[in-house]
């Protein structure tokens, strides 16, 4: 194989490692989230969730079953970054970035056993693969699956168990 098939196949893989693409246009004004720089420590500022357990739960089986699909931002199929993103704008009009790698600069790191509902759970699902949940709490998140559309999965799982890397607080 010639020097510029490998390079074409990890740029390939590269692109379609994450949970990305574009979106699709939005006309209603919100409020767009930015990074913040911050650490653990800074988690005992906001005791009270920004989202309910049950706005979740109500979003999650409007959407339940949807299939996964890159870059998707529609009940067609959307990709993982995407539910997050069309989740945190209909409950709370903030806009979220696009990508698992912008959304995980936002907001500030918690420690895994002070997740409070609403906030963002990432995974390195792969060499340079990412993936995004939300926190629902019970040791719950929801999220596009590659395989089974949108779903619920428990942070007990095994295989969700040994790909968690971080959780992030927004609100």
């Known amino acids: 194989m010639q020097l510029w098939q490998i390079l074409a196949t990890f740029l390939l893989l590269g692109a379609l490692s994450g949970c990305s693409g574009r979106p699709d246009p939005v006309s209603a004004p919100a409020t767009v ?6 650490t653990e420590s800074e988690a005992k500022r906001s005791d009270q969730a920004p989202l309910s357990q049950q706005q979740l739960l109500t979003m999650q089986r409007e959407w339940h079953g949807v299939p ?4 998707g931002m529609s009940k067609r199929g959307v990709d993982c970054s995407g539910f997050v993103s069309l989740t945190y704008r209909r409950l709370t009009e903030i ?3 696009r990508t698992v790698d912008e ?3 936002l907001g500030f790191a918690v420690k895994k056993s002070q997740l409070k509902v609403g906030d963002l759970l990432f995974f390195k699902t792969g060499w340079s693969s990412r993936h995004v949940g939300i926190y629902i709490g019970n ?10 559309g949108v779903m619920i999965s428990s942070l007990d799982n095994s295989y969700w168990k040994q790909k968690y890397w971080q959780a992030r607080r927004l609100l």
């Open 103 to 105: 959304q995980r600069k």
């Open 68 to 71: 996964y699909r890159l870059g």
């Open 33 to 38: 989230a930015k990074p913040q720089d911050g």
């Open 139 to 148: 040791n719950e998140f929801m999220h596009a699956s590659t395989s089974q």
């Open 95 to 97: 806009m979220l970035p």
